[in-house]
């Protein structure tokens, strides 16, 4: 029998310690052709998404599949997203929470274009929100445990 991977329960665990404690989750994903999202918010081949549940409806976060609606620019779109390519879970507020080994594109698939390439977006609004910044006084990855 092949291991189960821990990722997709890590993933839940920090999303569900995020809405308990009142923070906001972002999800930062690795954009290649399996993954369904407004491809004019993607920036340097990744997305960063919120997914608290004011962000997002008919939240789904299977094993092999992160899946919801969200609006985007006002527009509301089907985001899908596979748990393979998601390089970090984090509570925007703070920081805190935990990175992955990042993804390896199979051998002839490449990124998006770049060129159609603008910022990371905040679901819940209506517009794109700047790149979400860590806190100051250590970062991000000061925070964030890296999973093999």
């Given at each position: 029998m092949s291991e189960v991977s821990t990722k997709?329960?890590?993933?839940?665990?920090?999303?569900?310690?995020?809405v308990d404690q009142g923070l906001t989750p972002y999800l930062a994903v690795?954009?290649?052709?399996?993954t369904l999202v407004p491809r004019n918010f993607v920036q340097d081949?990744?997305?960063?998404?919120n997914i608290s549940p004011d962000a997002t409806q008919s939240l789904v976060m299977g094993n092999e599949m992160i899946a919801f609606q969200a609006r985007f620019g006002g527009v509301a779109q089907?985001?899908?997203?596979?748990?393979?390519?998601?390089?970090?879970?984090?509570?925007?507020e703070n920081g805190h929470g935990m990175a992955?080994?990042?993804?390896?594109?199979?051998?002839?698939?490449?990124?998006?274009d770049e060129d159609a390439a603008e910022a990371p977006v905040d679901v819940a609004g209506?517009?794109?929100e700047p790149s979400p910044e860590p806190p100051k006084g250590g970062g991000l990855r000061a925070?964030?445990?890296?999973?093999?």
């Open positions: 997709p329960y890590l993933i839940r665990a920090i999303h569900e310690w995020c690795a954009v290649d052709r399996r081949g990744q997305i960063v998404l089907n985001i899908s997203v596979p748990v393979d390519n998601v390089s970090a879970i984090y509570a925007r992955f080994e990042p993804v390896s594109l199979a051998d002839g698939e490449s990124s998006i209506t517009s794109p925070h964030l445990k890296l999973v093999k």
